[in-house]
């Protein structure tokens, strides 16, 4: 078993920058693809980005490519996403989430762990 915790999210003005950070207890994760997705009252939680085991590989939405950036430090079972340029539209609760695997998952039903969720708010 894998458990994530996110860290706390927050609340910011338009154009400022926020990193969140999801740390893993239980199995090392060493060997797991990592992702983070988020999600709005009234819709489906849509993917962000994904992190390969060895972080060679990563793949982000089109929706925030550019601005965000994911990363991970298997020494500390962490993974960050580094949110730049924030947006209205950013504002979700955010999910880290891992899976046993190669490469990088963007499909939600490939992860079998997943975080409690933060909030982000991001105000214009």
């Known amino acids: 078993q894998v458990q994530l915790v996110e860290s706390v999210g927050g609340s910011v003005q338009a154009g400022a920058s926020l990193r969140l950070s999801c740390t893993a207890s239980?199995?090392?994760?060493?060997?797991?693809?990592l992702g983070w997705f988020r999600q709005t009252p009234g819709k489906v939680r849509e993917f962000v980005a994904t992190i390969s085991w060895s972080g060679d590989t990563t793949y982000y939405a089109d929706s925030v490519k550019d601005r965000f950036a994911i990363s991970r430090d298997n020494a500390k079972n962490t993974v960050y996403l580094q949110m730049n340029s924030l947006k209205p539209e950013d504002t979700a609760v955010y999910y880290c989430a891992a899976t046993r695997g190669f490469g990088v998952a963007t499909l939600e039903n490939r992860y079998n762990y997943w975080g409690q969720g933060t909030q982000v708010t991001v105000s214009s």
């Open positions: 239980g199995r090392t994760f060493s060997s797991y693809i």
